[in-house]
T-cell receptor, first 110, second 116 residues
Framework: DAKTTQPTSMDCAEGRAANLPCNHS???????VYWYRQIHSQGPQYIIH???NNETNEMASLIITEDRKSSTLILPHATLRDTAVYYC???????????FGTGTRLKVLA | EAGVAQSPRYKIIEKRQSVAFWCNPI?????LYWYQQILGQGPKLLIQ????????DSQLPKDRFSAERLKGVDSTLKIQPAKLEDSAVYLC??????????????FGPGTRLTVL
């Protein structure tokens, strides 16, 4: 199963775009990239997922590089409520498991 | 659509006691997962069910942890006897089915267990 690497923490000013990077250099061709976030004392919340193409939904955008070895989650206008731990996960094509790392702790500053 | 339900939300027990957690997945979801999340770490998969069969329990400490999903819907996770290191949040998640290429897991609020 492919592993992911994320920065431990990031700060972002309220109203600005938050760009959260993730490296997944061992990803296989049919493995999807998923992003979740976990707000304090809650279960992880699904944000977005993608395979090759960039994806956008009401919460965020996902940019995947052409070689698929890295991706960036973009929160276009961060608010204080976006303060959370963000997890980048590659869903294994063989085991279908999610393997969580320690994620990126994003703090949105007023 | 109702989300994944878990109970209780909080539980405090003494070491060597037993405890059970309950999970009700999203209606129609065939796959159910139990995760353990220790403070400061990401969730770790304990066991995965497809309907009422176990798919993966490789990280479940089977000497003290057990789980079942009778009738392929609700599930219970039990710890007997509990140790101090079992203090964690226990998360339940469900998904349509693990064999879907884009199977998305939806998580419940978790049960916070404190073992004294």
């Amino acid at each position: 199963d492919a592993k992911t690497t994320q920065p431990t923490s990031m700060d972002c000013a309220e109203g600005r775009a938050a760009n959260l990077p993730c490296n997944h250099s061992t990803i296989s061709g049919n493995e999807y990239v998923y992003w979740y976030r976990q707000i304090h004392s809650q279960g992880p919340q699904y944000i977005i997922h993608g395979l090759k193409n960039n994806e956008t939904n009401e919460m965020a955008s996902l940019i995947i590089t052409e070689d698929r070895k890295s991706s960036t989650l973009i929160l276009p206008h961060a608010t204080l409520r976006d303060t959370a731990v963000y997890y980048c996960i590659v869903r294994g094509s063989g085991t279908y498991k999610y393997i969580f790392g320690t994620g990126t702790r994003l703090k949105v500053l007023a | 659509e109702a989300g994944v339900a878990q109970s209780p939300r909080y539980k405090i027990i003494e070491k060597r006691q037993s405890v059970a957690f309950w999970c009700n997945p999203i209606s129609g979801h065939a796959t159910l997962y139990w995760y353990q999340q220790i403070l400061g770490q990401g969730p770790k998969l304990l066991i995965q069910f497809q309907n009422n069969g176990v798919v993966d329990d490789s990280q479940l400490p089977k000497d003290r942890f057990s789980a079942e999903r009778l009738k392929g819907v609700d599930s219970t996770l039990k710890i007997q006897p509990a140790k101090l290191e079992d203090s964690a949040v226990y998360l339940c998640a469900s998904s349509l089915g693990q064999y879907y290429s884009t199977d998305t897991q939806y998580f419940g609020p978790g049960t916070r267990l404190t073992v004294l």
